[in-house]
């Protein structure tokens, strides 16, 4: 966590250093896209990989871009 001007600022993109090749994106500091080597993490919870799962990657996506564009100042 960041602060500036002593207010905490979760990052809203964060690389996971504790698991290798991962990459984690937060919002509002609720993981919520995990991209690992074994497959797409949504809110914590394995995508299946099945013909639906790019569709699930990127709703999940998309309401993280959103939630960002909506809380940033």
Same mark, same amino acid.
């Given at each position: ?22 990459? #984690?994106?937060? %919002?509002?500091? $609720?993981?919520?896209? /995990? @991209? #690992?080597?074994? %497959?797409?993490? $949504?809110?914590?919870? /394995? @995508? ?26």
């Amino acid at each position: 966590m960041f602060t500036i001007l002593d207010q905490p600022i979760n990052p809203v993109l964060s690389v996971s250093g504790s698991e290798k090749n991962a990459i #984690t994106m937060f %919002g509002g500091g $609720v993981e919520m896209l /995990k @991209v #690992t080597e074994d %497959g797409f993490y $949504v809110r914590g919870k /394995k @995508v299946p990989a099945d013909d639906n799962e790019a569709e699930a990657v990127y709703k999940a996506f998309k309401q993280f871009l959103v939630h960002h564009a909506l809380t940033r100042n």
